[in-house]
Structures are given as C-alpha cells and as structure tokens.
C-alpha cells in the first residue's frame, strides 16, 4: 500500500522531528512505498496534500498534532467541498493534545496509532464546513473534522497557540491552565444562534461547540454523545453560570458529566448559523476549529455527510 504522508515536525514541542525515523520505520510496515512532506510553516500541510493528490497520490497519512491534522483535512477538500474519488485519510497523533484520536479510543503514542493503521479499515465520516470573518473582517472558510467552538474557547485557543511556557508541559496544561486564566476575565457574548431554520434564539454564551467528535481542549470530553458518523453536529450551548461555579465545575469537562447542569444545553443539527447581536458588536466573538484559530462571528457551520473516508 502507498501513501503521502505529510510530517508537522515541530509538532510535540520538536519531539515529532526528533523521533522521525523510528515513526518513518513503523509507518513503513503499514505503507512500504510512500513519499513524505515536511512543513515549516502554518499553511504548509494543506498545500503539501493538495499537490498530493493532484500528483495522483490517494492515500494520505498526516503526523502531528490535531492543528496538522486539521491542515491536512483542508488540502483534501476542494472548492466544490468534495475530496477526489477513492481518496482516504489517515493519521497518526503526535502533539501535545491529540483530541481527535480520543474520540476513535486511541492510546497516546505513535507507536499506538501506527498499530490501529496496520488493522484498520475505511469508514466515510461527517465533516464540517465553516463559513465566516478573519480577525480583520475578511471572508474566510475552514474545514474541520472534530470540534470547531466559539466564545470563551476561541479566546483561549487563541492564547495557546501564542503560548511558550505552558504548550511545554503538554496540550492539557496550557489549555487547563489558559481556560482558568480566561474565565476569570472573559464576560459572556450575546449571540443569535438558529439551528437547521427551526430553533432561533439569542444566548448568553461562555463558548458553543459544534461538535462532529467528542472531544477538544485537550481531553475535554465536551460533546460526549456525538458521532462522526450520524449526519448530525452535536451543538453544546454553554452560558449562564457565576465565574466561581464555572471555575469549580471545570472538571465536569473532563467526563462529558457538564451536560447534566442547567447552564449546559445539547442542540442537534445539520446547518446553524450565528451572528453577534448589537450588544456584542465591537467585542469579536473568536472561532476555533481542531484547536486553531479560524476567525470570528458571524458565521455559518454545515455538517457535509459521510464526506471523508478515514483508515482508523
């Protein structure tokens, strides 16, 4: 079997580049003829696939964290929104988050995820498509495969990905550790939310996720009923609490128990669409998709069915 693989070495704080050749030995078991890219710099894996598969490549393996991953998913789509024909994606999870795996039960470690490749098969998953503003008011689009969110998590995505001190002890430290520091001086957004042209409603809101996995924020089981599979977002709406009581139950992030409080709602839909409300204009509701940032409201999520074929 062959394949691109598309290689973030700086991913894991450098420890991608460092342990290459024993993951490029293992990866050889499961793909014996394959070519690989490196990246340098953000934007450099979806470039690197899109040449790929136009050099007629089907297979492609991303290694990296879950912003390479989500790189990597964007250079398969096309503008249409649609992958080539037979395409498939796989990946192997070597950052300091690795979020998405979790949704599929996979242990950390590359040597972990090349050993789900070598028994895996294919299965078409959902993805979503964001359509929304850059920072400085440009129309942007995004694909994503796991979670984009928006509020206090944009905010706090943001600040990770310009962090230094504490993406060194790992993707859960730094967005634990910034989510903390966020809460106590975020204030909620106003916002315009309407799902699927049936439920129209404005919110205050600390962060929404619109999930098609389960997990973000560095193992933060956020939406822990949804599928990638079902056609649906999982629409977790959070919003309402003191600061005293949202710091104390930030743990319940981590089971997926957060949903059973009353500030906490779960929505279920294939397109929504949000917008900032005059309160909120001037203080830019920021997005994040797969950990990185996208832009800010207004904005419109769709899901795209079974768009994606995944080896996992």
């Given amino acids: 079997m062959s394949a691109f693989v598309v290689v973030n070495p700086k991913s894991g704080n450098g420890r991608t580049g460092r342990d290459w050749k024993a993951i490029e030995r293992r990866l050889g078991a499961v793909y014996p003829s394959m ?5 340098r710099k953000q934007g450099d894996a979806a470039a690197l696939v899109r040449h790929a598969l136009r050099e007629g ?7 990296g964290g879950d912003g390479t991953i989500n790189e990597a998913v964007n250079g398969m789509f096309d503008a249409s ?3 080539p024909r037979d395409s498939v994606f796989a990946f192997v999870t070597s950052g300091t988050g690795g979020d998405f795996r979790k949704t599929f039960n996979i242990e950390a470690g590359t040597e972990a995820a090349i050993a789900r490749l070598k028994r895996a ?4 998953i959902d993805a979503g498509r964001v359509t929304c503003l850059t920072k400085t008011g440009e129309p942007a689009m995004r694909y994503f495969i796991n979670i984009a969110s928006f509020g206090l998590s944009g905010v706090i995505v943001d600040s990770v990905n310009r962090a230094r001190i504490a993406k060194l ?3 859960s430290f730094a967005f634990a550790f910034h989510s903390a520091a966020g809460m106590l001086r975020y204030r909620n957004r106003t916002v315009r939310i309407m799902v699927d042209g049936a439920e129209d409603e404005i919110a205050a809101i600390s962060t929404v996720a619109i999930a098609n996995g389960q997990y973000f924020g560095g193992g933060m089981k956020v939406a822990p009923g949804a599928f990638v599979d079902d056609g649906l977002f999982d629409i977790v709406v959070m919003g309402g609490a003191p600061k005293g009581q949202s710091l104390a139950e930030m743990k319940l992030l981590y089971t997926g128990e957060h949903i059973t409080k009353p500030h906490v709602r779960v929505l279920r839909g294939k397109h929504v669409v949000v917008a900032p409300v005059a ?6 509701v920021l997005i994040e998709t797969d950990g990185e940032a996208a832009g800010r ?3 419109t999520f769709e899901i795209l069915p079974r768009a994606l074929n995944l080896r996992c």
């Fill in 297 to 299: 409201l207004p904005a």
């Fill in 35 to 39: 070519s690989v890219g490196f990246t």
């Fill in 57 to 63: 490549h089907l297979e492609i393996v991303a290694v």
């Fill in 279 to 284: 309160e909120t204009k001037g203080r830019p």
């Fill in 121 to 124: 098969s294919v299965h078409p």
């Fill in 169 to 171: 002890f790992g993707g």
């Fill in 81 to 83: 929104g649609t992958t």
